[in-house]
């Protein structure tokens, strides 16, 4: 079981400010990490957004764009299942910010826990990050990137065990959730 869950916050519209991710290897949380990024609307920040995640302007005035961190993030992502909990929402903003910055996409097949938890938890009443955490007894800091791509990890594991498949493919199949391509 090998999979990356990702997580953005961002500051307006697709322009991340944070990126979380968390490398699942052999079924562990093995590894999980989070960038701050100086976004392209910069200096403007969106205050909702900023109400929600906390991340302010002046916090990002030093920290690296996008395609400066690239070369960190994409090992993570290339040639991964990942997995982000509204994967529609993450993969946008990926797929518009590598747009952006004319970054080739790499290659990812992707799926989506709230998708996945839905097959799972069918009595659940909300399949949020927030709600599934503390169903799940799941710790974090919610909004912060880095958090939340580990509660991603965890609850998609949990799925995984609740469905008794030893392999993602196996436990994708079974689910009957779809597995997706980034595409340009």
């Not at 609307?41 to 690296?64: D, K, Q």
């Not at 952006?100 to 909300?126: E, N």
């Not at 199949?173 to 340009?184: A, P």
Request: glycine share 4%.
């Amino acid at each position: 079981m090998n999979f990356t869950a990702i997580d953005f916050e961002t500051a307006h519209a697709n322009f991340p400010c944070e990126i979380g991710l968390a490398k699942v290897e052999n079924g562990i949380v093995t590894k999980s990490e989070s960038w701050l990024i100086k976004p392209a609307c910069f200096p403007y920040m969106n205050p909702w957004n900023e109400r929600v995640h906390g991340i302010s302007s002046a916090e990002l005035a030093t920290e690296h764009a996008f395609d400066e961190l690239w070369s960190q993030i994409k090992p993570y992502l290339e040639d991964q299942f990942v997995v982000a909990h509204n994967a529609a929402f993450d993969m946008k903003v990926l797929a518009e910010t590598l747009r952006y910055y004319d970054i080739a996409f790499p290659h990812i097949d992707y799926f989506c826990s709230v998708s996945l938890s839905r097959k799972v938890w069918k009595h659940l009443p909300k399949h949020s990050l927030g709600a599934l955490s503390e169903f799940l007894d799941i710790q974090f800091n919610h909004h912060r990137a880095g958090d939340d791509a580990r509660a991603c990890a965890i609850i998609t594991l949990k799925a995984f065990e609740k469905l008794n498949t030893e392999t993602l493919e196996k436990g994708i199949g079974e689910s009957g959730i779809k597995l997706k391509k980034l595409i340009y």
